[in-house]
Structures are given as structure tokens and as C-alpha cells.
């Protein structure tokens, strides 16, 4: 028998309950239209995910509620709809799906093992179920698990294998991280094969936060093999027919027993895979859309210094908002180069973003009159101008600032706090300068492809990084180079190596000990920086929770 599965790859809120029930019931409409049976959501999509402490908000938690039961009453009575939803049971929070039929809720299943890792903290939010759920569905047997329940071997999925489903349904909201979607295809086929049943993941999009998530939904037939898979960062609903089998379990709640025909099959698609440089953008992108969308702003303002951090910056703003949204202000001093307010007025001139100059040296020279300062301290009131400069307008006009510092940068501390480190949101804070100039290459040669201009000047990729505060300044006469520097910081900071294993790694001892102390002598300033995009494994932020006071040295 065929059942014809709806999945629902869209982009909730945090928070907007109003919203989040009208997309999932403009769906739900869409797979009545396209014939389907189920209609399948991401994980906590009435209440926007992650949720943090919200879900330890009585209010909150009674307004979910709420907002499930007058959800039931709006969606179509013809198509069963399993809709992810904040729950209060006995007074305490729990992640849950519920399954809708006949404008009413006939079951509910909550989500058994709690994340407590990385950027997750489930365990501090919510109360976990310890029980399977199986649901019979015009005669189908459908096991429910939820996310992180599909991770854990042995755990509650085994214990639903046990029960022999007909079909498996997991939603997720599980975010974005290179290479991760490899890693999702092979723990659904493993599942698939343990349950004996098909399984369909789906996955919600768009940007929360620091987080943003992919997609990627996959449907796989009881062998594990791929039947469906939906595009990443893109909102949609996939429609895919699934051979199951009837009557396999026995289920603990029954809505129907009539078998369906699909009298017109649907023909599946499997999206084609991202290359690396294609995902970080598309993730990159979506997060910063999504950031200034969900939180109000219009517009938003990038510092154009003409170096290929501020250049990169501009182009992914440029390609989430668009050029007549994004602004560049250039702030030259007197050791800026000529070549850097060229090449930023070229960034303006190849991509359209709105741009103007203000020179800031009259306004450093004020300062230093009234402060003596010398040496770094001289330095940073540039930065600390220019900061100043691009808060000033974000006030007058509105716009978001956007910081531009790396990966690389924030991990040594090579920034001015209350300087280049302003901003409201931090595009590539989780990509090493490596990565800085990988996307910016590939960016322009995605433009060249498509006969446009590519938007990043080429000078901005080659020359050598500079911030520009003194006389004939390099990024190298305070960092390592680069190439190497990222290997070890991808070491120490992403693989959390400690000295003696990078050096067993085969890293230089002088270079490890140089860079581990400008690491651990950060934490404070990155405390302090603006969220940005996570894409990585390890991120500054929920990643990676080190104390700024600690006198452990792996020096």
C-alpha cells in the first residue's frame, strides 16, 4: 500500500504563535491540495525552536497550549497533521508532538532523550517522556520519535523498532553544521534499517539567533535507501509516496482504518548536494536574513575598509537583503592606503550598496588632544572612532551594524573592543580566515559563471591583511600566518586539543604556546561580541563556554 506523506520544510518564529499557526496551516492546505495523507512539521514548529528558558515560562507554556488546541480546530479535517508544540504537564515543560485528526488532538508524544551538549541545554528546559508512541493511520501503524531520540543507539527508537512500525516519522530542529547533512543521511538509513520500516525526517529552515537551520528533510524506504530528499535552506513542502506496509503493530491509539489509493503517483526528487563553500554561504546568508527579519530592521550598515573581511561581509548582506537595503561607510585615517578606499568604492560600484566616506582623522585628533595615548592604546582610537562613527548612524537611520571580524581574529583577541568589535550581528564570526578567502573566491566565481561582475574586487582577496593603524602595518606582525595559525586554532579550538597533544600533532611547541595564550587571554573580548552565524562544530558562543577568570594553563 502507498500512503502519500507531506513534509513541511518550513520557518517558524520563536515566540510568534499567530505566525507559526498560519504557516503550518498555509501548508497543511498545500498538502490537502497536493492529495497527501500526513502532513509531517518540524519539531516544536507552533512555538518557534530553540525556545532557551521560555520553556520555563509558565505564561509561555500555557500560551503553546492554547495555540495547539484552536490549531486543531483551523486545519483540514481531511489530512492527518503531527505538529511539534511546547507542552506543560503537571506543571513542568515538555518538547512534544501532536497528532491532529478531525479538529481535534488524538495523541501526543514527548520527546525522550534531551540533548545537553553543545548548543543544546534540553535537559535544563524541559521534563523527558520514557515511552514509545504508535499511531494507526488509515490502517498504517506510524512510530513517532522526536530529534536527538534518533541519535541515541539503544534508546528509544530501539525500543520502537521493537513494536514493528509500519511507518517511522521524525521531526527535527537540528541546525546547521559542515558536513552534517552526511551525517544525518547515514543515522535515518541505520534507523530504517533497525525499525525494517521507511522513515521520513523532516527539518525546519531559517535563522534563530546564532543558529540556523537547513532543511534537508529525507524520506528512505525500510531498506535505508533514499526516496526523497529536499533541497537545503530552501522553504517548501515535499510530497513523496511511500510503500508501507498495514496492520504491523498494535498500536496505542487508532484514528483510521480504511485503507487510500493514490490514483496519480507522485514523482520524488533528491535534491542535489551543497558543495562546502555553497552551504556556508547559504548558511551564512540565511541566518543574517532571517536576524534582521525576525528582529525588525530594515537595513543594515558594514564599516568598508576595502579588506576582504568588510568586502565578504557586504557581498553575503548583499545577497540576504539585497544592494538597496545594505549601506557601506569607508573611514579613512591618515595610514589608510589609497588602494583601500579604492577598493572600497569598487565593492560599491560592483555590487550597487549604498556608500559614502567620513574621514576620521580630525575627529582621532580631538581625542588624543584631550587623552594622552601612545602606542596600541593610540592605535585603537581609530578603531574606537570608527566604531563610534558606525553606532552613530545605526542611530540616526536605523541600520543594523554588522561586524566583521573572523573566526581567526576573535579566537586571538586581534580586535578593539567597542572598535571594529560594535555591531549587532556578526556574519563570519564562526569562519577562520581561511574560509574568509575560500567563500570570497568562490562567490566571484559563482558571478563570473553567470556573466555578472563579481562583487568582491580582486585586490581585496590578494593583498595582504592589514588593519591599517600604523605605518606599513600587516596582520602577519602580530599573528602567525594564517594558513598556518587556522590549523592550529581548528586543533585547539574546534577538536579542543590541549599542548601536549598538538604538539604530539606534529605543530611547532613555540607556535602552540603563542597561540594557545593569545586564545586563552580572549575569552573576555569574545564574551562581548555579537552573535553571528554558527557553521562550524564548535562555536564561540553556546559551543564553547569557557570562564574569562580561570588560572588553568595549558601553557
Not at 527535527?172 to 534499517?193: F, H, I, M
Not at 563570473?448 to 580582486?458: C, L, Q, R, Y
Request: hydrophobic fraction near 40%; charge should be negative.
Amino acid at each position: 500500500m502507498k500512503l502519500r506523506l507531506a513534509l513541511a520544510q518550513i520557518n517558524p518564529t520563536v515566540g510568534d504563535l499567530a505566525g507559526n499557526t498560519a504557516l503550518i496551516t498555509q501548508s497543511v492546505d498545500q498538502a490537502v491540495a497536493a492529495g497527501a495523507h500526513i502532513a509531517i512539521f518540524p519539531e516544536m514548529v507552533l512555538t518557534g525552536y530553540p525556545v532557551e528558558d521560555l520553556a520555563l515560562r509558565p505564561s509561555f507554556q500555557v500560551a503553546s497550549k492554547s495555540a495547539l488546541t484552536a490549531l486543531a480546530t483551523q486545519l483540514d479535517k481531511s489530512i492527518v497533521s503531527i505538529v511539534g508544540y511546547l507542552d506543560q504537564v503537571d506543571g513542568k515543560p515538555q518538547n512534544m508532538v501532536a497528532v491532529i485528526a478531525g479538529g481535534q488532538v488524538k495523541a501526543r508524544y514527548t520527546k525522550c532523550h534531551l540533548p545537553n551538549y553543545g548548543v543544546f541545554d534540553e535537559f535544563r528546559n524541559f521534563v523527558a517522556g520514557d515511552s514509545t508512541l504508535v499511531v494507526r493511520i488509515h490502517g498504517i501503524d506510524v512510530g513517532i520519535a522526536i530529534c536527538e531520540d534518533l541519535w541515541i543507539d539503544g534508546g528509544i527508537t530501539a525500543q520502537l523498532a521493537e513494536r514493528t512500525p509500519g511507518l517511522v516519522i521524525v521531526p527535527n530542529g537540528s541546525p546547521y553544521e559542515r558536513a552534517k547533512d552526511d551525517v544525518r543521511l547515514a543515522l535515518v538509513t541505520k534507523r530504517a534499517r533497525e525499525a525494517k520500516a521507511p522513515l521520513a525526517y523532516v527539518n525546519m529552515t531559517g535563522g534563530q539567533d546564532d543558529l540556523v537551520f537547513d532543511g534537508d528533510s529525507i524520506v528512505v524506504n525500510s531498506d535505508g535507501a533514499v526516496i526523497a530528499r529536499a533541497p537545503q535552506f530552501e522553504d517548501g513542502v515535499m510530497i513523496v509516496d511511500v510503500d508501507v506496509a498495514a496492520g504491523t503493530s498494535t498500536p496505542d491509539v487508532i484514528i483510521s482504518e480504511d485503507s487510500v489509493e493514490i490514483a496519480k503517483p507522485s514523482i520524488p526528487g533528491i535534491a542535489h548536494l551543497l558543495g562546502d563553500e555553497e552551504e556556508m554561504w547559504n548558511a551564512i546568508v540565511v541566518g543574517l536574513r532571517d536576524y534582521v527579519r525576525k528582529n525588525g530592521f530594515t537595513s543594515v550598515l558594514v564599516g568598508l575598509s576595502g579588506g576582504i573581511d568588510s568586502a565578504l561581509v557586504a557581498a553575503l548582506a548583499i545577497d540576504a537583503l539585497g544592494p538597496d537595503r545594505v549601506h557601506g561607510v569607508a573611514m579613512p585615517s591618515k595610514y589608510s592606503s589609497e588602494h583601500s578606499i579604492e577598493d572600497a568604492q569598487l565593492m560599491a560600484a560592483n555590487t550597487g550598496l549604498g556608500f559614502r566616506i567620513i574621514e576620521i582623522q580630525k575627529m582621532v585628533d580631538a581625542f588624543l588632544k584631550e587623552v594622552e595615548l601612545t602606542g596600541l592604546a593610540e592605535e585603537n582610537v581609530q578603531a574606537r572612532v570608527r566604531g563610534t562613527t558606525l553606532m552613530g548612524l545605526s542611530n540616526q537611520h536605523g541600520h543594523l551594524v554588522l561586524a566583521t571580524g573572523n573566526k581567526s581574529e576573535l579566537a586571538c583577541g586581534y580586535s578593539t573592543l567597542y572598535g571594529d568589535a560594535v555591531g549587532g550581528y556578526a556574519p563570519i564570526k564562526d569562519i577562520y580566515k581561511t574560509d574568509v578567502w575560500a567563500l570570497s573566491r568562490w562567490r566571484n566565481q559563482v558571478a563570473a559563471d553567470a556573466g555578472e561582475v563579481p562583487p568582491i574586487p580582486e585586490r581585496s582577496i590578494t593583498k595582504e591583511p592589514s588593519a591599517e593603524l600604523r605605518p606599513d602595518q600587516k596582520d602577519s606582525d602580530s599573528l602567525p600566518e594564517y594558513e598556518v595559525l587556522d590549523k592550529v586554532l581548528k586543533a585547539y579550538v574546534d577538536d579542543d586539543l590541549g599542548r601536549d597533544a598538538l604538539i604530539a600533532a606534529g605543530f611547532d611547541k613555540a607556535l602552540v604556546m603563542r597561540v594557545i595564550s593569545m586564545v586563552d587571554r580572549a575569552e573576555y573580548k569574545r564574551r562581548q561580541y555579537p552573535p553571528g552565524t554558527k557553521v562550524s562544530k564548535r562555536a564561540f558562543g553556546k559551543d564553547r563556554r569557557l570562564p574569562m577568570t580561570s588560572k588553568w594553563r595549558e601553557l
